[in-house]
């Protein structure tokens, strides 16, 4: 192609948003990823048929090169099985992230990190979005272009700021799930948490080429249907338009003001050699932590600590007791079912936000691992749990995160590094017991019973929530653009000022595709 | 320059003025032995200066050239020089050194024959000359052998001549000292030991060539001592208890004796190990971090670096037979076995565990000594507890530990209850027996 009329940085959810608003209207766009194109996902047996064994179930349960025995720490069941090489230690070694006291992972390959995200879809309201410049009716036309575009499931009719959204039909739950919400809909006037479906970026229906999720249970391993929203699906489509082109495999390192535009100076992951792209406006949507790093080099800042914001996680086991002893179900969706909400309480309306899952669509070897007996006793004790068992996963907002990213110069000619260190509030701990224990006693009088012990925070950055570095009305305008860089744009997280609690994913892509949106006016005129 | 290996990445300029053509004396010593097959694998062309003929000289096809020469003699006048398919040495490793003389201080060997070797290679323009020395080269050494190093490393001119302070060399074949620790080690189960508590920094042998190897080949080296060796410190005790038990499985229990006996024992013991005690009783840390990141040497881990691959995987296969046993009660199938070996091999940290005896027998038992959780983050390397997670990922991939894990026909409520609460009770009851038991297996 010719020179582009924009360069998108990053093909994962935010890029994709981004590109399709400009060229939907016939705007040039080069998107450079690092991925380097790679075969589909392998077909795995549904779960049902992994787990009564078969001689080949170990490919599928722990990949060919048994990649799933790593000791990958405390982060997302997920990671262990479909991250593979290019996650995690390469791509910080590529964008040159050090971190220390944080977990910071990240994706090489196509689809970023949409490649095991949990999907889970919520929408930000006017009072998440208190502290940006700007409001839920700004975001109004992204999100509803990204859920028509992705396809989302869920909503009951409960009142909350995604159901306004085109959502598809609601997957079933599990008896569990449904008898646990049936329970709470007699109560809900009396306890403090709120509990509703999950809104989920996985189809219940076909769509665009994509499977409906036909309920498998093994969403731990991987989707091979396309149910759930991967953005590395959306590139053929956008492929089609003659205005589009991906350069695949490279790693942008560092991007260049010149007066004709921008020089990005990408590495080349197939050939080793440096190349370089130029183009008039780049939009950044490299993750947020990588896209930080390439600004404040641009920018020239260095030396300087920057705040980064993380959602604190915590991790509760639950129980129903009548669900012991049941045959453990075929059939079942593997990731969220229910969300809550419960409120911090102290001046600011901040919420702790939770999702609940199956514990039966989990690995028995996974939970066996955290439990505070021998193996043989947490086998014989799992075998007879699963059935009954729901994991829950509570954020926090950003606002108990207390992460620091520094930029400092390279020696000689290389790159420069970014350095992260991770850190959650002294309160944390208090608040997060205290919720803990509301959630507890409020889910105990409605028969699901909280395993004493099983509460656990994670470290920071595990739950992979980043943004607030390059916040929207401080490092940004409120259109992302870059100040001091005109016509360079960031939209990923790192544009978001804060986190409130929820995952912010179909947020950020919903500013994505508002950004792109006005940005493709702008072009245009 | 590419930072994807994650080796920290080498300065290229460093690198690259690699010798061709590199002398090396003590060529038949256990550094010596690695260090020319490595720089032959290289492709340099190498001339051994020895007191006898190289073995396999003629194998090296034509690459290795031996010339006669011990500590006392004068150096051949064509050691440096180039000849036949030989272009002149444009480097000089110096590692041979005598342990035991009889000459006094001022006038040991060791002495000459570098005054002897600077000459010759300074009138040959040899470009660069890389003295070993060690990590305890000390004006004021406890043994002769610090002592005499330091001396030597004081004649060096920088840029030209710089030395490298070795560590504590193991791995590879069992000769020099570190055959001496091996033998050690195996002499019983308890293993009195003075100077347990020194430091040691203990350097693989192949991670100490290919530093020699960076520096024979180093552009502008910035001062005239390097240090290759662990930047982290190990007690020399817990050092030969790991020998013992990554190279031979077996259990070392070592029992520290006060240095002053380690003194009376130099009035009897022999010369050569009476300079190895009072060394180590000297023994300091050396400050190497920088050094090691300047020319790109990551060392390798020192319980892999103890382990040697092919015993390693026998005894891993052993290890998962255990495993597998233990949590399902019948021996897995040879397939699974080697699944476990090469997941510990390739994702884990490549070191068998050592295990009581009794548990190879009746691995049941390994119930009781499994630690008691931590919670959060193993505070050793991989033990006992993530070898069996590892374990159960395994199994709950085959159709036996599937059908242990997954129940799909369901018992009833009452009956899983009670089956939970009699395994929890009775995970009370073994709790304290882990507690006193596990805390030696992590």
Not at chain 2, 228 to 244: K, S
Not at chain 2, 347 to 363: I, M, Q, S
Request: with cysteine; hydrophobic share 45%.
């Amino acid at each position: 192609m010719t020179e582009p009329d924009v360069i998108v940085v990053g093909g994962g959810p935010a890029g994709t948003a981004a590109s399709w608003p400009l060229v939907a209207r016939g705007i040039r766009v080069l998107m450079l990823d690092a991925g380097i194109a790679s075969a589909a996902a392998d077909p795995r047996p549904p779960l049902a048929a992994l787990r009564r064994g078969g001689d080949d179930a170990w490919r599928h349960m722990l990949g060919k090169d048994l990649r799933g025995l790593r000791d990958v720490g405390d982060v997302s069941p997920k990671l262990r099985i479909l991250a593979g090489e290019d996650f995690g230690e390469p791509y910080r070694a590529l964008n040159r992230i050090f971190p220390e006291g944080i977990d910071v992972m990240g994706a090489l390959a196509a689809g970023g990190l949409s490649n095991v995200w949990g999907a889970v879809s919520p929408a930000f309201d006017d009072d998440d979005l208190r502290e940006w410049p700007i409001t839920a009716a700004d975001l109004a036309s992204g999100y509803a272009a990204v859920a028509d575009r992705i396809g989302l499931n869920g909503g009951d009719g409960d009142p909350r700021p995604e159901s306004a959204y085109p959502l598809q039909p609601a997957l079933p739950l599990s008896m569990k799930a449904e008898r646990l919400l049936e329970r709470y809909d007699r109560r809900r006037a009396r306890l403090d948490i709120r509990l509703a479906r999950s809104v989920n970026a996985v189809l219940s229906a076909d769509k665009s080429g994509r499977s409906a999720c036909n309920l498998d249970g093994g969403c731990m391993w991987g989707c091979p249907r396309g149910s759930i929203y991967n953005s590395a699906g959306e590139i053929p489509a956008l492929a089609s338009h003659p205005c589009f082109a991906l350069a695949a495999g490279q790693l942008v390192e560092r991007i260049e003001a010149a007066p004709a535009g921008f020089v990005v100076h990408a590495f080349d992951r197939g050939t080793g050699q440096s190349r370089t792209h130029t183009a008039k406006t780049v939009l950044l949507a490299a993750g947020a932590v990588a896209s930080t790093r390439i600004v404040l080099d641009l920018l020239g800042r260095y030396g300087e600590d920057v705040p980064l914001a993380t959602t604190p996680a915590l991790a509760m086991a639950f129980c129903d007791p009548r669900a012991l002893g049941q045959p453990l179900p075929d059939k079942g969706f593997g990731l969220a079912q229910l969300s809550l909400k419960v409120d911090l309480g102290g001046a600011s309306s901040e919420y702790a936000y939770g999702e609940l899952y199956d514990g039966a669509m989990l690995s028995a070897a996974d939970l066996i691992r955290h439990m505070p007996l021998t193996h043989r006793g947490a086998m014989a004790v799992i075998r007879r749990l699963m059935p009954a068992l729901m994991v829950g996963f509570v954020f926090f907002p950003s606002g108990f995160s207390r992460n620091i990213v520094r930029l400092e110069r390279g020696n000689g000619t290389e790159p420069a590094r970014l350095s992260v260190r991770g850190g959650y509030a002294p309160e944390l701990s208090a608040t997060a017991r205290r919720a803990r224990s509301r959630i507890a006693g409020d889910l105990g009088s409605v028969g699901l019973l909280y395993l004493p012990g099983s509460g656990r925070l994670y470290p920071p950055g595990a739950e992979s929530h980043f943004g607030g570095t390059l916040a929207m009305g401080r490092a940004l305008s409120a259109e992302c653009e870059v100040v001091g860089a005109n016509n360079l744009f960031v939209v990923d997280g790192a544009a978001l000022p804060h986190l409130p609690a929820k995952p912010p994913t179909f947020t950020i892509m919903a500013n994505a595709s508002r950004v792109g949106t006005r940005l493709a006016e702008r072009l245009r005129v | 320059m590419r930072a994807s290996d994650g080796a920290g990445g080498a300065d290229p300029d460093i690198l690259n003025h690699s010798p061709r053509h590199i002398v090396i004396t003590g060529g038949a010593g256990y550094i010596g032995q690695r260090l020319v097959a490595k720089a032959l694998a290289r492709g340099l062309r190498v001339t051994v200066l020895g007191r006898s003929p190289m073995a396999g000289e003629a194998a090296a096809g034509g690459r290795v050239r031996w010339r006669q020469w011990s500590l006392n003699d004068p150096v051949p006048a064509d050691a440096f020089m180039g000849g036949g398919e030989f272009p002149p040495a444009d480097a000089v490793v110096h590692l041979a050194h005598q342990w035991v003389s009889r000459a006094p201080e001022d006038a040991d060997e060791n002495l000459i024959a570098l005054d002897r070797l600077l000459e010759a290679t300074r009138r040959q323009g040899v470009r660069r000359f890389v003295y070993c020395s060690s990590v305890s080269a000390k004006p004021d050494a406890l043994n002769r052998y610090g002592r005499v190093k330091w001396r030597n490393e004081q004649k060096l001119k920088v840029p030209a001549e710089i030395a490298a302070r070795v560590g504590l060399v193991y791995g590879g074949p069992e000769r020099g000292q570190w055959g001496l620790l091996c033998r050690l080690v195996r002499l019983g189960p308890v293993l009195p030991m003075v100077g347990a508590g020194r430091p040691v920094q203990p350097i693989h042998v192949d991670d100490a060539c290919e530093g020699l190897l960076r520096l024979a080949g180093i552009a502008d080296p910035s001062r005239a001592v390097f240090v290759l060796a662990a930047p982290d410190p190990v007690p020399f005790g817990r050092f030969l208890g790991m020998i013992a038990g990554q190279r031979f499985g077996r259990r070392l229990f070592v029992l520290p004796l006060p240095a002053a006996m380690g003194w009376a024992a130099l009035a009897v013991a022999p010369a050569n190990i009476g300079e190895r005690i009072c060394g180590l009783l000297g023994m300091t840390v050396s400050e190497c971090r920088d050094d090691l990141a300047g020319f790109g040497l990551v060392l390798r881990n020192l319980r892999s670096g103890l382990v040697e691959r092919a015993a390693a995987r026998r005894r891993l296969l052993a290890e998962g037979r255990v495993l597998v046993q233990y949590l399902l009660g019948i021996r897995p199938s040879p397939a699974l076995m080697r699944r476990y070996a090469l997941g510990v091999l390739r994702h884990g940290n490549g070191c068998p565990l050592v295990l009581p005896l009794v548990t190879h027998r009746w691995p049941a038992l390994l119930r009781l000594i499994e630690p008691a959780a931590g919670g959060s983050q193993p505070a050793e390397p991989e033990g006992l507890r993530e070898r069996l997670d590892m374990a159960t990922r395994l199994i709950e991939a085959t159709p036996e530990g599937a059908a242990a894990l997954y129940d799909h026909a369901g018992t009833g409520p009452v009956a899983a209850a009670s089956a939970i609460l009699l395994t929890v009770v009775g995970e009370i009851v073994l709790y304290p027996v882990r507690l006193i038991l596990g805390g030696r297996f992590r």
